[in-house]
């Protein structure tokens, strides 16, 4: 069985783990997936050796000879992606330019500050209502209590 841990582009010119069982593997299937060829077992109980199997072809699954690939091709081929999909997103998007594109930062950010003033206009409007509830609540609390103190006869203080 193979094992593959990431799809990292290291890990296509790393080695490859494999595992075996001591199990008899002869009800195991053989499936290739792109990549490395795999040995499937219908049941496995436990790993007793790794192998370590060399990968065939590096690049292969990049669809890639990156053997005989120079630096320079691989960097113009690099090159020729970019330029193939920005020309397709301004085929279908337009021409969008450095200054429209800040031109949209600062309204997006404008947009954001007024908002922040509106909720915290909100929040003190709010808080002020609170206030003058509690304190008012506060203040008739006082005033009955004075109010009792001036009801009950002096003798009985």
Not at 52 to 71: F, K, N, Q
Not at 90 to 99: I, K, L, T
Request: a negative charge.
């Amino acid at each position: 069985m193979t094992v593959r841990f990431s799809n990292r582009l290291e890990s296509l010119f790393a080695p490859v783990l494999t595992s075996h069982t001591a199990k008899d593997e002869s009800s195991a299937e053989t499936r290739d997936n792109g990549r490395v060829q795999t040995n499937v077992c219908s049941e496995t109980k436990g790993v007793q050796s790794v192998d370590v199997a060399e990968p065939r072809e590096p690049g292969r699954a990049l669809s890639h000879d990156m053997a005989s690939r120079s630096d320079e091709a691989a960097e113009d081929q690099i090159r020729t992606f970019i330029e193939r999909r920005h020309a397709k997103r301004v085929e279908e998007e337009g021409e969008f330019s450095e200054e429209a594109w800040k031109e949209s930062v600062r309204v997006f950010h404008e947009k954001r500050r007024q908002q922040a003033r509106l909720e915290w206009h909100a929040y003190h409007c709010d808080q002020a209502d609170r206030h003058r509830r509690n304190l008012e609540a506060l203040i008739a609390d006082h005033k009955q209590r004075a109010e009792q103190l001036m009801d009950t006869p002096e003798d009985a203080a």
